[in-house]
């Protein structure tokens, strides 16, 4: 009898859960719409690291582990950030039950294949700080793109992302932020002009 190892099926999951629960929502974003963004922002802000400030990240390993970056959701759920960072003591907490999660997955894999993912799960490694900017980026994008929809309930969250974002030591960050940001806040049309990119 052949072993069924589940962990793919699991992680195609993400598409169910929507984040943002406490929020009022012009557009539902599910976790794995999230977790594409992440990756793209994150791939983005290795390469600019790499090419204007002289880093030496891994554009692909920084993608790869902003996809699996919130798969562990799948078993926790979408935690809302201000219940996630009430208190040192919840934070801690919440970590623990994350890794209880990701061990959870890993043994839906082969033991052969789950040495691969462990670090990806857990998000360990000289990319991680990408990520998590990248993560924040994409929460600061969604932010962005509410309010353009007239949605104000993100005008809270606008700020205190685009404050944690100016604390960042990544300078493709601030970079980011500068060149490519202001986009997002611009309709299809606006995007398109060719006098856009003069």
Known sequence: MKNNHHFFAMASRMKHINRWGLMRNTHSESLSEHSHET???AHA???????????NYRPDHAAAMALFHDTTEIITGDL?????????????????????????????????????????????????????????????????EEQRMG????????????????????????FFCEHFLPSYALTLDEQSSPEQNL
């Open 45 to 55: 802000l290795a390469v600019i690291e790499n090419r204007y400030f002289g880093g």
């Open 39 to 41: 990756a793209v922002l």
């Open 80 to 144: 809302p950030t201000p219940v996630k960072y009430y208190s040192t003591e919840l934070r801690e907490a919440y970590r623990s039950v994350e890794n209880a999660a990701a061990d959870r997955l890993l043994a839906m894999l082969p033991k052969e294949l789950r040495s691969e993912y462990d670090p990806l799960l857990r998000e360990e490694g000289v990319e991680a700080p990408i990520v998590k900017a990248a993560d924040k980026l994409s929460a600061l994008i969604k932010c962005i």
């Open 151 to 174: 949605n104000q309930d993100f005008a809270s969250a606008e700020l205190a992302l685009r404050a944690a974002l100016r604390q960042c030591p990544l300078q493709s960050v601030g």
